[in-house]
């Protein structure tokens, strides 16, 4: 009930009727202003430029302010290979460079939704609805120069339903304009005469080697990005027309003047503007020469609406829920995995960015290593003696982690993820070419003394096995070296790679901490649950504080995956019990592979 409350109730961009920074608001407010003046002097501040970090870089496409908060939709083309963005945002002051990271990608839509690292609040565009645009009707394409001056061109819409060609992957039901014609207007703008957002400009290379411009309209943009953020929609048209009068149409001479500027502005004539953002494409589609038609048994999913909980897409909301149960089952059969599994697909299916699911991931082993942990305990295999210690470098771990995951960015996070699925795969196949000795270590009773005690140098252990835990366990006793080799690198891993880090603790509790499979299982649990605690404040405090996240899109992230991995854990625990061993390992290398492949060769 709780869940439902949340998805109905909030709004990500948190401002009030009396306060409405949209750029139509303003339009309409600057009333005495001849229209095409508005319109020009008004939608400018919320055009964005994309810069691919350095000190005097200029930006490399534009991109649109569709949150008060900062969130900023762009070409995913145009950031793809950028360790570091920055957005410049035209202030009264000036530009100002803002850094930027990614909320989550479409490739199939070539869209990124980026946010600003800031809580500063900013001039955004409504929606218009771009599902009842007509061909004919006047719109305006916006962009920013190399020297981040507005680029503007008056036009019209050509087609609503043209496809393109994008390496291989052909985008359909695209919006075809004149209003686009140069590489500067690339991920930029195209608003109707309201103001309003029609979509984000895609400039690909046509017949003769001209720029055509092509629109992915504000309908495909809204369904792919409302998990995470909630769109706000203009005022109807007949309603704005009414309001704005019989002088709404802008005027052909005021046009033609504005147009001869901004080309003045970009340096460039009207027939080049080939630069380093046009999409090499093949035959460009609908309305042109050269025009190709979309291939039949294409379905533009994005376009035909469909089922929604909440307003979110049931596709989405269900992929969720089965790749939190087979990370479930993964972790569930091998007691390991899961994680990988969970990060993995949220990043490559889902497209979501590290700083997203990083709080996900942590409230999601919250509840669900917390679930496991009790049980564990209840049945007498924590062994507190062992885990105490290790809880404040499980901690101190995931909080260094977490800040160096987000220093590295998430290139190289996947990239590591590959490599950690990877080793995971190998070890998989060589535990079932060679039998695992250690499955059967037996657990140190409670005064003995392990190889590694007597090897660090370690005193006995002092508490008992099993029993009342201490509250935090936030005194270290002697032994530390001890205690940070068993605890320290579970956090690394877990802050870095955002995955649970039982993959790591279950090892090293019974390589080196010498316990026994079920008593090495059982303590990982609490280990990880009092991390992933300390990561979700983390996460949650420096995301809020940084104006990165919003509280609201990962808590609803984490309800709609915790039923699947707790259930798909119970599913897994049975399976283990059911299937031979060689066949988990089999399944699991199999799975590890998979994601080392996709993480490190795919495009």
Request: charged share 10%; aromatic share 8%.
């Amino acid at each position: 009930m709780w869940g439902v409350y949340i998805v109905n109730t909030y709004e990500d961009d948190d401002y009030s009727a009396s306060d409405d920074s949209s750029v139509s608001a303003f339009l309409f407010r600057n009333a005495a202003m001849p229209d095409t003046q508005r319109l020009y002097y008004t939608v400018p501040p919320a055009v964005v430029g994309v810069v691919g970090g350095g000190v005097n870089a200029g930006p490399v496409a534009a991109g649109a302010i569709v949150g008060a908060n900062g969130y900023v939709v762009t070409t995913l083309h145009s950031v793809s290979n950028f360790t570091d963005i920055e957005v410049q945002v035209s202030t009264p002051t000036g530009i100002r460079r803002y850094p930027a990271q990614v909320v989550k990608s479409v490739p199939s839509h070539d869209l990124v939704l980026l946010k600003m690292l800031t809580r500063e609040r900013f001039l955004f565009f409504k929606m218009a609805d771009s599902a009842s645009i007509a061909s004919g009707q006047p719109v305006f394409a916006f962009g920013r120069n190399v020297q981040g001056s507005a680029v503007v061109r008056q036009g019209t819409v050509l087609s609503s339903n043209a496809p393109l060609d994008i390496g291989g992957n052909q985008i359909t039901h695209l919006l075809r304009s004149d209003a686009v014609y140069t590489w500067e207007q690339n991920g930029g703008p195209l608003v109707n005469v309201q103001g309003e957002l029609l979509g984000i400009n895609i400039t690909a290379t046509g017949p003769g080697g001209r720029v055509e411009g092509f629109t992915v309209p504000s309908q495909v943009f809204i369904a792919h990005f409302r998990d995470v953020l909630r769109f706000n929609t203009g005022i109807p048209a007949a309603a704005a027309a009414a309001a704005a009068g019989p002088t709404k149409m802008v005027p052909a001479a005021g046009a033609a003047s504005w147009w001869a500027k901004a080309r003045a502005q970009a340096g460039t004539p009207a027939t080049s503007g080939l630069g380093m953002n046009v999409v090499q494409s093949g035959p460009v589609g609908a309305a042109g020469p050269g025009a190709t038609a979309p291939r039949p048994g294409i379905v533009d999913v994005d376009h035909a609406g469909g089922w929604r909980i909440a307003g979110y897409s049931l596709t989405d909301t269900l992929g969720l829920i089965v790749l939190a149960l087979a990370a479930g089952i993964t972790g569930g059969m091998m007691t390991m995995g899961g994680g990988v599994l969970q990060v993995a697909g949220m990043m490559v299916f889902f497209g979501y960015g590290m700083y997203l699911i990083r709080p996900v991931a942590f409230l999601t082993n919250v509840a669900v290593y917390g679930a496991a942990a009790w049980r564990n305990n209840n049945a007498g295999l924590v062994q507190w003696d062992k885990v105490t210690p290790l809880i404040p470098w499980g901690v101190a771990g995931v909080i260094l982690g977490y800040f160096f995951g987000n220093a590295i960015g998430d290139t190289t996070v996947g990239v590591l993820l590959g490599l950690f699925a990877l080793l995971m795969a190998a070890k998989a196949i060589h535990e079932i070419a060679y039998a695992d000795p250690d499955c059967g270590v037996k657990s140190v009773a409670p005064g003995e003394r392990s190889e590694i005690d007597d090897a660090l140098g370690e005193d006995e252990p002092s508490a008992k096995a099993g029993g009342v835990p201490p509250l935090l366990g936030l005194q270290l006793p002697e032994g530390r070296m001890r205690s940070a080799v068993l605890g320290l690198p579970m956090g690394l891993i877990s802050g870095i790679l955002g995955i649970s880090g039982g993959v790591v603790e279950v090892p090293l509790q019974r390589y080196i901490g010498k316990v026994a499979l079920h008593n090495a299982i059982a303590n990982s649990s609490v280990l990880v649950f009092w991390a992933s605690v300390a990561g979700t404040v983390v996460a949650f405090t420096h995301g809020l504080a940084s104006g990165l996240i919003h509280w609201e899109a990962p808590v609803f992230l984490a309800i709609v995956m915790i039923p699947g991995a707790y259930f798909g854990g119970l599913l897994g625990t049975r399976l283990m019990h059911v299937l031979p061993v060689p066949v988990l390992k089999g399944v699991y290398a199999a799975t590890m592979a998979a994601i080392a492949i996709k993480m490190l060769f795919a495009s």
